[in-house]
């Protein structure tokens, strides 16, 4: 299994597994993608006695096995999928709740589907670190506006042959969210907050990246930049392996092995649905794949119509992961179905250019959207129904449900991406009023007590840890930061 850019030609390097989650982003500013979706060799019923790990181990040899070994591939999943990292047994969890499954990918340390891919990633990338003739220690750069640096900081703590520091706005994070990160124990990172905004940091780290005579002063001292972004396909692959156990699941649960399916997925960078896309290509029988866009309804407009046009006003929800007008991993399914011929190049060049372009709709894709009284609504009336609470990412796709509505001899699937308790502000006052006085961390607990359930472990406590990383520097005393880690 070779990978290429969606932006190469025939000319152009293929690159191994391992190379590629090294590399991250091709030298053309394409995405790695595998030169051909493979076909799945077992069936649904074959895996419903698989457990998590078996699956991954399973799926993920599909496009891994070229060039890691078996043992390899053991050796990174029992690492990133375990007891310690993840707080259910069986990792992810499919629950019933009315006339859905919900698939909930939320278990793991930073409470949201970010832990499925990022707890993975390190241990792909320092597997692969071993294969290069003369490995250097790389240097993880990060900019977070939250959920990726949390996840990422617990991802990479301590993983061999690996260095990390995360910047994240000084005023842009919520309160949550920087006591997470400013308490992160490990050996091997750094967090800094930075004074201006996400995108002055986010600016600032690509420059570095670029900045040839600093790249040159690390090497000489064995190290490498490098990235977890959401375009490796180390984070890309993890991701097809829920969408065959929800359906092992539903299967072992008394589901016909070839039913149809319906994924609704809450959607912002378009990686977690494009996933979805492969497990279908692979042949597990998804009928629809339900792209659920919060007020940022680029996606949506797009299935409706055929028209691709992120030129428009941006808006701030309360499902901040999805407030997104440039889904970079649209750029694979682009790839998927426009031959070179017919323009794939001048159609990429557009997307990630916010220039308009046309493109006929797959039949696998409908796309639903919700505004924000409708995402409150929802996370209160699910509440009252089923006595069960879904943060407001959720809330979107719960939304997408009900407009599409469940069909006779279809299984609707709802892709649960976060706890309640990451956004217990938003959830509880759509809840009740009477909650709106409550602070961050008071709220947790009256969370807690709705639902009868414990504050989770990673949130638990947190308000009394120790500050760890107090540093905050301008944008120009980023770079002094990163020297700080060799
Ligand atoms: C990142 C994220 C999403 C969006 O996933 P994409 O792969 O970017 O489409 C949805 N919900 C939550 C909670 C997230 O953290």
Redesign the pocket.
Known sequence: MKYVSTRGDKKSKRLTASQSVLKGIADDGGLYVPRKIPQAFLSPRDLAGFNYNAHALWLMGHYFKSDYTPAELVNCIDSAYNSKNFSSPGIVDVKEVGDAAILELYHGKTL???DMALSLLPHLMSAAIKKVKKPKTQIILTATSG?TGVSALEGFKDVAGMKIIVFYPENGVSVIQKQHMITQTGGNLRVVGVRGNFDDAQSEVKRIFLDDRLNKQIEAEGYEFSSAN?INTGRLIPQIVYYFYAYSQLVKGGMAADAPVNFMV????????LAGYYAKKMGLPINKLVCASNDNKVLFDYFETGVFDSNREFFLTTSP??DILIPSNFERLVYDLVKPEDGLREMLVKLSGKQKFNMPVPKDFVGYYADEAEVRAEIKKVFDRHGYLIDP?TAVAHISHEKYGARVGEKNVIVS??SPFKFAKTVMSAISEKYDGYDDFALLEQMAELTNSAVPAPLAGLKNKDVLHPDVVDIGGMKDAVLTMI
């Open positions: 949201a589907f970010k959920d959401s809450p959607t912002g960078n378009f990686g977690n649905i992961s999805m990412h991406t976060a």
